[in-house]
């Protein structure tokens, strides 16, 4: 079985602070993990992905994610927000072998001037 | 190179009516995926499918709903009379057949409205 829980359905953040999104799962064998990102009135977009590889992983537009294997969580964070990372946030969580991820209930990145 | 599309964008339906949804894939991709999503909820799976086949259908409602992806064309999500409740933005994904690490590329997704 595997499961993501998203801590803060809503964070703030003032623009150029740093951005700390929250995602533990649970997996029973050792797992795929993903960010991916939503604008408004779109799809999600991968962010980044751990595969097994590194544990701290860097995606687009300025984003990385660390798996702590110990504390079951792969959080995201961004050095300095921009005006534009606010978007819907989403962690999803894939155990090998399965084609089906689960997602988080998502993450709103809200981003004052 | 484009990206997994889907119509209609939006598509309003009164209830009782059948509500057609249509994805294609990204090219040379054989595997969709199709993800109900609520409002301030995350995508809920549906159902799984490669061409002519059903590989899990274990989201899909069990009445009503229904799926293909034939061998030519799209696949169509069909949701027969529809009801309020069915209101959701429906995402489509397409993964290719010999990825390992199971990454999927979305469409813009369809947003239901039953009146």
């Known amino acids: 079985a595997q499961s993501v829980t998203q801590l803060g359905s809503h964070v703030s953040v003032s623009e150029g602070a740093l951005v700390l999104l929250r995602c533990n799962y649970s997996s029973s064998v050792p797992p795929y993990l993903f960010w991916y990102v939503q604008y408004p009135n779109q799809g999600l977009q991968l962010l980044l992905k751990?595969?097994?590889?590194?544990?701290l992983v860097k995606g687009i537009n300025g984003f990385e994610a660390e798996f702590k294997k110990s504390e079951t969580s792969f959080h995201l964070t961004k050095p300095s927000a921009h005006m534009s990372d606010a978007a819907e946030y989403f962690c999803?969580?894939?155990?090998?072998?399965?084609?089906?991820?689960?997602f988080g209930r998502g993450t709103s990145l809200i981003v004052h001037p | 190179n484009a990206g997994v599309m889907q119509n209609p964008r939006h598509l309003v339906r009164r209830r009782g009516q059948e509500a057609r949804l249509r994805c294609s894939p990204m090219k040379g991709h054989s595997h969709v995926y199709w993800y109900r999503q609520l409002p301030e909820e995350g995508l809920k799976f549906m159902v799984y499918?490669?061409?002519?086949?059903?590989?899990?259908e274990s989201g899909m409602p069990k009445e009503r709903f229904s799926a293909e992806f034939p061998k030519e064309g799209p696949s169509i999500l069909r949701i027969q009379q529809v009801v309020r409740g069915d209101s959701a933005a429906y995402f489509c994904a397409s993964s290719p057949a010999d990825r390992g690490n199971h990454e999927q590329y979305f469409g813009p997704g369809t947003r239901l409205t039953v009146t």
């Open positions: 999803a969580v894939q155990s090998g072998g399965s084609y089906i991820p689960t």
């Open positions: 751990y595969t097994s590889a590194a544990t």
């Open positions: 499918l490669q061409k002519e086949n059903i590989i899990d």
